[in-house]
């Protein structure tokens, strides 16, 4: 009985997705501590996580809710289609916790605060209807987990949202600067902005390819090849921008873990949008998303390896992390 209760929520919460949330503001959390030259604060890095992931799960449940009626008719297997749970109770989740979402990055700081609270604009814009245009729906999908990257930095260096030089030198009693706002020509300032920019390209590409997910035998096209190369294109240039900053005799056997999962990341995205290309049949294209929703893993990892010996650890357990979310993959979809 109690299984029964369990899994049409777990369903909800797509649970192989669940375990790809985390990373993003970490990853976000050790770009900025390592590129302003800090050690990364684990008390507040914890809340924004915790947020991130209550967010993202409202977001899940919020969207179940809105396109029950959607479900009905093209996927009738979903628990609230199905009779499985009551959509007010789904509603009513959704509700509670966007709030705990909210009140958790308030622990966080005001700048990861705001972010959140962007992030939480957008993800509800996007279920009550945003979704439904054809460009703006996959670019503020994108753009959420972009955002969910980009608080993970604001907690340890509030003044990277302002593009600021000498980030390092914050203090907790000013969290945001008096000067120089808007100065381009800090480049470790802008490796946390690089990198929400490609996560964001890359989320949307993959929105881009949900779109036929629901219609069977449609030809995916050409869209195929934006997820692989957006991956590229976000893992390459820190490893390129670590390189150049760390003196080359010590740096190949420490980037190893780097150029690894970045490698992975690539050639998993490429697998899996090669496996659709063609005219694939609906359950192909969903087991597609659901597998490079999980790649989001490796990419997150390959961004925490190039933070020092500290983000290689944070990139092993995201390994593992990816290896858990492989696995739950086989028994809930994540589409």
Same mark, same amino acid.
């Given at each position: 009985?109690?299984?029964?209760?369990?899994?049409?929520?777990?369903? %909800? +919460?797509? #649970?192989?997705? @669940?375990?790809?949330?985390?990373?993003?503001?970490? $990853?976000? /959390? &050790?770009?900025? !501590?390592?590129?302003?030259?800090?050690?990364?604060?684990?008390?507040?890095?914890?809340?924004?996580?915790?947020?991130?992931?209550?967010?993202?799960?409202?977001?899940?449940?919020?969207?179940?809710?809105?396109?029950?009626?959607?479900?009905?008719?093209?996927?009738?297997?979903?628990?609230?289609?199905?009779?499985?749970?009551?959509?007010?109770?789904?509603?009513?989740?959704?509700? %509670? +916790?966007? #709030?705990?979402? @909210?009140?958790?990055?308030?622990?966080?700081?005001? $700048?990861? /605060? &705001?972010?959140? !609270?962007?992030?939480?604009?957008?993800?509800?814009?996007?279920?009550?209807?945003?979704?439904?245009?054809?460009?703006?729906?996959?670019?503020?999908?994108?753009?959420?987990?972009?955002?969910?990257?980009?608080?993970?930095?604001?907690?340890?260096?509030?003044?990277?949202?302002?593009?600021?030089?000498?980030?390092?030198?914050?203090?907790?009693?000013?969290?945001?600067?008096?000067?120089?706002?808007?100065?381009?020509?800090?480049?470790?300032?802008?490796?946390?902005?690089? $990198?929400? /920019?490609?996560?964001?390209?890359?989320?949307?590409?993959?929105?881009?390819?949900?779109?036929?997910?629901?219609?069977?035998?449609?030809?995916?096209?050409?869209?195929?090849?934006?997820?692989?190369?957006?991956?590229?294109?976000?893992?390459?240039?820190?490893?390129?921008?670590?390189?150049?900053?760390?003196?080359?005799?010590?740096?190949?056997?420490?980037?190893?873990?780097?150029?690894?999962?970045?490698?992975?990341?690539?050639?998993?995205?490429?697998?899996?949008?090669?496996?659709?290309?063609?005219?694939?049949?609906?359950?192909?294209?969903?087991?597609?998303?659901?597998?490079?929703?999980?790649?989001?893993?490796?990419?997150?990892?390959?961004?925490?390896?190039?933070?020092?010996?500290?983000?290689?650890?944070?990139?092993?357990?995201?390994?593992?992390?990816?290896?858990?979310?492989?696995?739950?993959?086989?028994?809930?979809?994540?589409?």
């Amino acid at each position: 009985m109690h299984r029964e209760k369990t899994r049409p929520w777990l369903s %909800l +919460l797509r #649970l192989p997705n @669940l375990l790809t949330v985390p990373g993003d503001p970490l $990853a976000g /959390a &050790f770009l900025a !501590a390592w590129s302003t030259s800090r050690t990364v604060m684990w008390p507040i890095l914890l809340p924004v996580c915790g947020a991130s992931l209550a967010l993202y799960a409202a977001g899940l449940l919020s969207n179940d809710y809105l396109d029950r009626a959607e479900d009905s008719r093209f996927r009738p297997e979903r628990p609230i289609p199905a009779g499985l749970v009551q959509p007010s109770t789904v509603l009513a989740a959704a509700i %509670l +916790l966007t #709030l705990g979402g @909210l009140a958790a990055g308030v622990a966080a700081g005001p $700048a990861a /605060a &705001f972010v959140l !609270a962007l992030l939480t604009a957008c993800i509800w814009s996007y279920n009550a209807g945003v979704k439904r245009n054809t460009v703006a729906g996959p670019a503020l999908m994108g753009l959420c987990r972009g955002l969910s990257l980009l608080a993970g930095a604001a907690s340890q260096a509030p003044t990277i949202l302002f593009l600021a030089a000498g980030g390092g030198k914050v203090s907790s009693t000013q969290p945001f600067p008096p000067y120089s706002v808007f100065d381009l020509t800090n480049h470790s300032t802008l490796l946390p902005w690089g $990198a929400m /920019a490609g996560l964001t390209c890359v989320v949307a590409s993959i929105t881009l390819i949900s779109r036929k997910e629901t219609t069977s035998l449609a030809p995916v096209g050409a869209r195929i090849i934006f997820p692989p190369i957006a991956v590229f294109l976000t893992v390459v240039p820190p490893l390129l921008w670590a390189w150049s900053r760390v003196p080359h005799a010590v740096y190949p056997m420490g980037a190893g873990l780097g150029y690894l999962t970045a490698g992975m990341a690539v050639v998993w995205s490429a697998i899996w949008c090669g496996s659709i290309s063609g005219k694939p049949p609906a359950f192909m294209i969903q087991k597609s998303i659901g597998a490079q929703i999980r790649g989001l893993i490796l990419i997150q990892a390959a961004l925490c390896a190039v933070a020092g010996l500290e983000g290689r650890i944070a990139a092993l357990a995201l390994l593992f992390a990816f290896w858990l979310a492989t696995w739950a993959g086989k028994w809930f979809s994540g589409s």
